[in-house]
């Protein structure tokens, strides 16, 4: 069973614990660790097998660099609002000179792209505010924007969840 959130109660509340799925298509072997070193100065960083797998939206007739993937669990050392997060990463992604203009017709080369796949809230019952109703949320919320998760997605957010939860 699956609860949705409205995006405006997501977006500001501190985010603790997340699952984030990390992309390369060009230049992967140097901005892979390049993107988990700066990851690594958030909080506690735990890896998923990388894998070099086909880009899903490759045809026959518009083949496109294999992609490197791998999944990331991040527990941050201070809670980051979801905003201030997608914020932090869209920066990393240009850290490693990703380009996002692409001409017509031209295959994109991502260098680095990093979408959040799930994230844990901090527990209501730490605020100060004696107002705010008590209850666990230690549940994963999962971004309905990645959902479904792709398949070397599912593959790491499994390796990363099974051995915790
Ligand atoms: N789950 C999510 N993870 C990362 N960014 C997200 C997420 N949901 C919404 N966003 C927003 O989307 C923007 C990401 O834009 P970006 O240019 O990286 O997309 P893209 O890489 O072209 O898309 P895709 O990752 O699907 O190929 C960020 O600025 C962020 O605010
Ligand atoms: N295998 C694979 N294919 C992709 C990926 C990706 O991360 N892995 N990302 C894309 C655009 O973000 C398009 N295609």
């Not at 880009?55 to 518009?62: G, I, K, R, V, Y």
């Not at 979801?82 to 001409?103: A, I, N, P, V, Y």
Request: aromatic share 6%.
């Amino acid at each position: 069973m699956l609860t949705q959130c409205a995006p405006e109660t997501v977006q500001a509340h501190p985010v603790v614990e997340l699952v984030l799925a990390l992309g390369s298509n060009y230049q992967a072997d140097k901005y892979l660790p390049l993107a988990r070193q700066r990851l690594a100065a958030l909080g506690e960083v735990r890896l998923s097998t990388a894998f070099q797998n086909p880009d899903f939206t490759a045809t026959l007739e518009q083949p496109k660099p294999d992609y490197t993937n791998q999944c990331v669990h991040l527990a941050l050392t201070t809670p980051v609002s979801l905003q201030l997060l997608q914020q932090t990463f869209r920066t990393l992604e240009s850290d490693c000179h990703r380009c996002r203009q692409t001409k017509p017709n031209q295959v994109r080369r991502v260098t680095m792209d990093i979408d959040i796949l799930m994230i844990k809230m901090a527990d209501k019952k730490n605020s100060l505010s004696k107002n705010l109703i008590s209850e666990p949320v230690s549940n994963w919320i999962i971004m309905a924007d990645r959902y479904p998760f792709k398949a070397h997605e599912e593959a790491g957010v499994r390796e990363l969840t099974v051995s915790t939860d």
